[in-house]
């Protein structure tokens, strides 16, 4: 089982990396609901899109575990947010590239997660996500390009609705570049703005890893 890591963020909130190498006969095997995700699961896709799909169900409730023995399931909403229905108040975000898979789940609050290939394509694409600003400040770093990507995808999946402009509603302060740190991200919506930190490192050689979440206090009982 190539399940690379679990790891506790804090009380609440859990992440989870997967090597994706099994088959999706493979993975299925491993979910007690196999029968019911066949009928969720989207139609029309490749082979390799259709496996990353169903070890996204896996990883999923694998990190749920962490917090609880039940065995709901795992669906998506209007947006493409996934999220647990019998388990309202818990938050979940998956990505996947190439043979990784990223998830993160908590018991309450927002979360957003990305995984990249760390590819030219970022850089050939800037001028359509990236402000005056940050270009100048990500210069001619393959690296950096992708994790820009990567870090406003995160705050993309947190704020969870269609239709922000990457490069005037999602913004990131200058930066070095490290194997690992936390970037300073701004959601600029119409009517609020709100700072985040998002965390990035490398899981993988060739390959950039990206989350942010909100450990927000438990809601008092009513």
């Not at 992708?146 to 999602?170: C, D, M, P």
Request: proline residues 6%.
């Amino acid at each position: 089982m190539p399940l690379h890591s679990i790891t506790p963020l804090s009380a609440s909130v859990v992440l989870g990396l997967w090597h994706v190498q099994e088959s999706t006969a493979e993975l299925m095997e491993q979910l007690s609901s196999a029968e019911k995700y066949a009928e969720l699961q989207p139609m029309g896709r490749a082979s390799t899109r259709a496996t990353q799909w169903w070890a996204g169900r896996v990883v999923a409730c694998k990190l749920l575990e962490t917090f609880t023995s039940a065995g709901p399931m795992l669906h998506n909403d209007e947006n493409g947010r996934p999220f647990f229905p019998a388990l309202p108040q818990y938050a979940v975000s998956l990505s996947h590239s190439g043979e990784w898979l990223a998830a993160l789940v908590a018991t309450h609050g927002r979360v957003g997660i990305d995984i990249e290939l760390i590819r030219p394509k970022a850089q050939k694409l800037a001028s359509r996500f990236l402000s005056e600003a940050e270009q100048a400040n990500a210069g001619d770093e393959t690296t950096k390009y992708s994790l820009y990507w990567s870090a406003k995808e995160t705050l993309y999946k947190l704020h969870s609705r269609r239709g922000l402009v990457f490069k005037e509603q999602i913004m990131l302060d200058p930066f070095w570049l490290r194997e690992a740190g936390v970037l300073t991200g701004h959601l600029l919506l119409e009517n609020f703005r709100s700072q985040h930190q998002i965390y990035y490192t490398c899981p993988a050689a060739g390959y950039i890893l990206t989350y942010c979440y909100e450990d927000l206090p438990l809601p008092l009982p009513s």
